[in-house]
């Protein structure tokens, strides 16, 4: 395609999320215009749910900001959890990953820092880096287990994070109750269904069959 994935003008470490969609044998073409080194890290991927597992769904934000460590704690140089489900941001308990704009503004040359699930070993990767010491922003998908993230900063830094929504299951479905006539019927009759969350309203309608009395 003839768009970007990332640009990086000034020659630093750039990092970038990126969803893309699996090619032939679930392989993903890359081009480069310039000669560099690339690291590709894997954080989750889209699948239809494994069997007796609930299904994810994506539910939208207002942004809202979860950390602003200069309004807070201050500058940090390694480890903080972040309780993002305990946040004025409202999120639900069934949150099960989160998406976030995450924003360095380092006092100096930053190698990188890394967000992952609380509880969870740190792994080996980073969500982005800053060794230029500008202010640098990446998406970071991150699961939780709990409703709280980690995070590790390698050098000093200020943090931000701002979520723009979240997976969790798919809200079930009720019925509104409807009064029906007696008998059978051969005309159309609709009942609306109302998903738990505030999701949208769907209708059903039944076209035809015997009703009890």
Known sequence: PVVSTLNDPTGTVVANAALVPAGSESKTAVYSTDNTNLLIDVNGYFAPASSGSSPLSLYTLTPCRVLDTRNGIGLINGQITVPVVGSSCGLPNTSQGFVFNATVVPSGSLGYLTLWPEGENQPAVSTLNALDGAITSNMAIVPTQNGAID?????????????????????????????????????????????????????WTLTSGSLPP
């Open 151 to 203: 995070a590790l900063a390698s050098g000093s830094t200020q943090l931000i994070l701002d979520i723009s929504s979240y997976f969790a299951p798919i809200a079930p479905v009720g019925v509104l109750t409807a009064t029906m006539p007696d008998g059978t019927t051969s005309q159309g009759y609709s009942v609306q269904l109302v998903a738990d969350g505030g999701v949208a309203p769907y209708t």
